[in-house]
């Protein structure tokens, strides 16, 4: 089957580091995608995986580890702006498709 | 930001009328793709197209249809609509397969 898997919640102080963790399992792997989403938003692209290793962009860092079917998202110097729903989506089935299966998503509350 | 518009924004309909939801892109993308998302299920496909009058279903795709006749426009229908459609529906754009997808602002569709 497909499944994606991330925490449903997380809270954090401003100025801290959080990882949103993820784990996926899919037939068929194009990729690894995290997309931000505030409340009453469309979601936003953050960072695509597609080997393993780290991407940083920024305050944004996303890790991969295909052989584990893991990934996670590092948040630095947290903002009261990063508060919001982080999206764990991996690009599944034939490569000619694009199609991605989302988690839940986790939503993320940054403290004063 | 792709530019990608979503219409109507906000939609309040009878059980049994049909509905159609537009998404319009000015990108000149090929692959466009239709999601709803719904507390607790986060984002599912339901339809996306690779070309025009190339689709092809996602995962929740009974009880709506799609049609793609130009680059720019792609339509989700709902023959019939049912309290069980009530979600905010998601237009997506991506220029391949294998590239990051932008979303649209979303539509919220409601079924009395």
């Known amino acids: 089957g497909q499944n994606i898997d991330q925490p449903t919640e997380m809270t954090a102080t401003e100025g801290a580091i959080v990882q949103i963790n993820c784990t996926y399992q899919?037939?068929?792997?194009?990729?690894l995608f995290w997309y931000q989403q505030h409340a009453g938003e469309a979601p936003t692209f953050l960072s695509y995986n597609v080997l393993d290793g780290l991407e940083e962009k920024g305050r944004f860092s996303s890790f991969l580890s295909r052989s584990k079917g893991y990934s996670y998202l590092l948040l630095k110097e947290l903002q009261m702006k990063d508060s919001a729903s982080y999206l764990c989506?991996?690009?599944?089935?034939?490569?000619?498709?694009?199609?991605?299966?989302f988690g839940q998503g986790t939503t993320l509350q940054v403290k004063p | 930001d792709a530019g990608i518009t979503q219409s109507p924004r906000h939609k309040v309909t009878e059980t049994g009328t049909p509905v159609t939801l537009r998404c319009h892109q000015t990108e000149n993308h090929r692959y466009m793709y239709w999601y709803r998302q719904d507390p607790g299920h986060g984002l599912r496909l339901i339809h996306y197209s690779y070309g025009v009058k190339d689709t092809d279903k996602g995962e929740v795709s009974d009880g709506y249809s799609v049609s793609r006749s130009k680059t720019e426009d792609f339509l989700l229908t709902l023959e019939s609509a049912t309290s069980s459609q009530t979600s905010v529906y998601f237009c997506?754009?991506?220029?391949?397969?294998?590239?990051?997808?932008?979303f649209g602002p979303g539509t919220r569709l409601t079924v009395t």
């Open positions: 989506a991996a690009g599944g089935g034939s490569s000619n498709t694009g199609k991605l299966i």
């Open positions: 997506a754009i991506s220029r391949d397969s294998s590239y990051e997808q932008y």
């Open positions: 899919t037939s068929g792997f194009n990729g």
